[in-house]
């Protein structure tokens, strides 16, 4: 079963979400089309990439991820395709895929397929979708791009450890508005070593107990967790954290582990 799952920022009002599922359909009709999302910030390339990071592995192998983020046409932009543990991405070479991987990809091409004119402004309805659909029907890399080696770098703030305290901040507020860090749960285990902790973070508000789940404290109380990201989560059952506590994205949290 061919799969396409498509990440962008054309939101839900506008005529182009139709256009790019039209134009795939037009080449593909058997193909299961999933939104993953089209409410990404306009060119927010962090966000979209957080988001595919965490939710691209839950699909099965051998499936298409279509990426319409800051994917406007220029003459220096790269349009690329890439094979990533079992999984294909199409999406422009703006440092969303640096973003997203652990490690260089076991294949990257520069996309080469000739684009029709009339789609100039909008390559995610003819170069990407002729891509995406190439890919689906489980076709060559080789076939649609010239083999690069290199990707687009973007770099994002990383947390900080001192001996006993890790910096960090947030990247990331949910529909719900829980406030995601950028604080894994590998590196908070690693540095926390069995002791206790403390975290802190605006109008000095603080934590000192990791919850498992967001029903664990009384409705309209805090907590912090590690959520299905695995990254350190501010949140208030059933409640508001960031409006309610002043969080926005780039805000710094500190952890002291006693």
Known sequence: MAIITLTTDLGDKDIYQA?????????????????ITHSVSAFN???????????????PE?????IGIDTVYNEETRYIAIRYQNHYFVGADNGIFSLMFDRI??????????????FLHFPLADIFVKAA??????GKLTA??????????????QPVVDQNVVKGSVIYIDSFQNVITNITKDLFTEVQNGRQF???????????????HYNEVPEGEKLCLFGISNHLEIAINKGNASGLLGLNVGDIVRIEFL
Not at 19 to 35: E, F, M
Request: glycine share 2%.
């Open 198 to 212: 403390v975290l802190y973070f605006k109008r000095n508000e603080s934590i000192n107990k990791l919850s498992w």
């Open 105 to 118: 990809p076991d294949e990257i091409v520069e996309i080469n397929i000739l684009q029709d004119l009339k």
């Open 62 to 66: 051998h499936t298409v991820h279509l």
């Open 133 to 138: 659909c190439h890919l689906a029907k489980k």
């Open 144 to 157: 649609i791009g010239i083999p690069i080696i290199r990707l687009e770098k973007k770099m994002t703030l």
């Open 19 to 35: 256009a790019l599922k039209g134009s795939i359909l037009k080449l593909l009709p058997d193909v299961t089309i999933v939104d």
């Open 45 to 59: 390339v962090p966000q979209a990439a957080f988001i595919l990071k965490n939710s691209y592995h839950y699909f």
